[in-house]
């Protein structure tokens, strides 16, 4: 069973450019969840979609957007980029019931010269 | 809001040692707790997840317990190995979809 797959691995993109990165969850899941990791802040919700519906959203600015596809894959994107949106991007899988077991991705590194 | 808090930050054990992870939430009415694993750059890998309505789960080396009335969980792993070594995150989701609240996590060095 194929996990969590997300692309690409890493990328570098200059200050002010725009970057779309994607998430294919495990195959049955319904749910897909963005978190942005940095040192200095940790783990931090983006969004999360279910059936192509965004049910959750965290506190960042609206650069930062999503969408899901009927397929449950997701992709999200972030306009304008700043210096401070260089980190590590993972997503979550699961089911989509709530509070079910999640499962992450290796994670998008993200670097803004 | 919940907060999760990790103690201790870092450890560094001998290899063979057992070891206890800790965590604690704010707000004990959760429905699941999950600990995970992540090595350095790498995305997370679940261990374990313990449903509220029970108080220990068991896969191999690692015991997690969950008291929700205390707003407390524990990883124990058992006879440390230096594969181990990496930072381990607990998490709780909030009541409605799959959003989670992160601990800060605990570095785990295990010395050979």
């Known amino acids: 069973k194929a996990g969590v797959t997300q692309t690409p691995r890493y990328l570098i993109k200059t200050r002010g450019q725009q970057v779309t990165l994607s998430c294919s969850p495990i195959?049955?899941?319904?749910?897909v969840s963005w978190y942005q990791q940095t040192p200095g802040q940790g783990l931090q919700f983006l969004f999360e979609y279910f059936s192509e519906t965004q049910r959750n959203k965290g506190n960042f600015p609206g650069r930062f957007s999503g969408r899901q596809f009927s397929n449950s894959r997701s992709e999200m994107n972030v306009s304008t980029l700043e210096l401070g949106d260089s980190a590590l991007y993972l997503c979550?899988?699961?089911?989509?019931?709530?509070?079910?077991?999640?499962?992450f991705g290796q994670g998008t590194r993200l670097t803004v010269v | 809001k919940q907060e999760v808090t990790q103690i201790p930050a870092a450890l560094s054990v001998p290899e063979g040692e057992n070891l206890v992870l800790n965590c604690s939430f704010t707000d004990s009415a959760i429905y699941n707790l999950q600990w995970f694993r992540q090595d350095p750059g790498k995305g997370l890998t679940s261990l374990l997840l313990i449903q509220s309505s029970q108080r220990e789960q068991t896969s191999g080396r690692l015991n997690a317990s969950l008291d929700k009335s205390s707003g407390r969980s524990t990883l124990y792993i058992a006879a440390s190995q230096p594969g181990d070594s990496a930072t381990y995150l607990c998490a709780v989701p909030t009541n409605t979809g799959n959003q989670f609240y992160f601990g800060t996590g605990t570095s785990l060095t295990v010395i050979p």
């Open positions: 195959s049955g899941h319904r749910s």
């Open positions: 979550a899988s699961s089911l989509g019931t709530d509070n079910t077991e999640a499962f």
